[in-house]
């Protein structure tokens, strides 16, 4: 059960190769690469903080929406909707834990407008020449934890990132190719239909 809460609120693992580029993305580019879609969907790698590796499906609809379907054998499902993140552990015949999507890293490429250019979002903002790497937090509540983004060039596409948590515990979510613009339902996100659905009410 823990490591799928930090599916959302939190190591690090291997990025396949990638063409080199001349330097790194400008924060500009990054914000007005994510303010360019509103839902996208891809596979993911999870490596947990644990050590242990999960994979599966993610959907996200901005502002403030997304889902993550574990494959078999974790079966799990996080989601994030209505300002709460839920997790879903089909192992338990509990209500699904649920806490505020602010305070998760998360959150911040979430949010209607992406803007990274706010003041003290971005506490770090590095390439490696084949990637860039942005790392930023809530610059109203740092405690929450930070997000470590990373990008590839040409063109900028989001390939993996590292949330901290907290309590300092780290997860990397490793993403395929993100197809951008997809046709996702309300009902994908909606925290109580989903308990609904499962509890059979």
Do not use: C
């Not at 509990?94 to 998360?106: A, V």
């Amino acid at each position: 059960m823990k490591k799928f809460r930090f599916a959302l609120v939190a190591a690090t693992a291997a990025l396949f190769a990638l063409p080199a580029m001349a330097g790194k993305i400008p924060l500009s580019q990054i914000s007005s690469y994510f303010n360019s879609f509103t839902t996208a969907e891809g596979e993911f790698t999870q490596v947990n903080a644990d050590g242990t590796i999960s994979t599966g499906t993610m959907f996200m609809k901005r502002p403030g929406r997304v889902r993550f379907e574990y494959a078999p054998p974790d079966d799990a499902l996080v989601m994030a909707g209505g300002g709460q993140v839920a997790v879903f552990d089909p192992k338990s015949n509990q209500p699904p834990e649920q806490y505020p999507l602010k305070r998760t890293p998360l959150n911040l490429i979430l949010e209607r407008n992406v803007d990274l250019s706010r003041a003290k979002m971005v506490v770090g903002h590095t390439s490696d020449g084949n990637t860039t790497t942005v790392m930023a937090q809530d610059p109203e509540h740092p405690e929450y934890g930070n997000i470590q983004l990373v990008f590839s060039d040409s063109p900028v596409q989001l390939r993996q990132w590292i949330i901290t948590d907290d309590s300092g515990s780290a997860t990397t979510v490793i993403l395929g190719d993100l197809e951008t613009g997809v046709q996702l339902s309300a009902r994908m996100f909606n925290i109580v239909q989903e308990t609904e659905a499962r509890t059979g009410n």
